[in-house]
């Protein structure tokens, strides 16, 4: 359980995240209405791009954190596998769609973020 509380933001983020998933697009158009903030915080780019690469760099924070090899490579592989699992779930969904550029924007973002995570962390250490 001491190695797990290193991942408990990654488990929560990736709830979050199939919470999102699940969420109508009608519904989040609705939250994008009230402000033009959440019109651009809330646009599915911003929102594939951010969210997938946030939970990778928070699993490369546990993988980091339990001094497990492969950080980037395992954080990666499961943020983006994840990302896939969520546009198979949305493809049953009658009101999502599941879309390759999706897994652009998800796969765009992991690499920013394991590369933000990378020199913040391990090369300026």
Sequence with gaps: MEKNKHFLPAY???VLLLIGASVSSRSLTKIKDIH???DV???ENSLHFFGFGIF???LAWGYY???SSGVFLRA?????SYGLLIEVYQYFLP????ELKDLVLDATGILIMLG?????FIRRK
């Design 41 to 43: 915080v809330l646009s």
């Design 65 to 67: 954190k339990t001094k």
């Design 56 to 58: 990778a760099a928070l």
């Design 76 to 80: 990666g592989l499961f943020s983006f």
């Design 36 to 38: 033009k903030f959440f």
């Design 95 to 98: 009101y999502r769609s599941a």
């Design 116 to 120: 933000l995570f990378w020199e913040i």
């Design 12 to 14: 929560i983020f990736g």
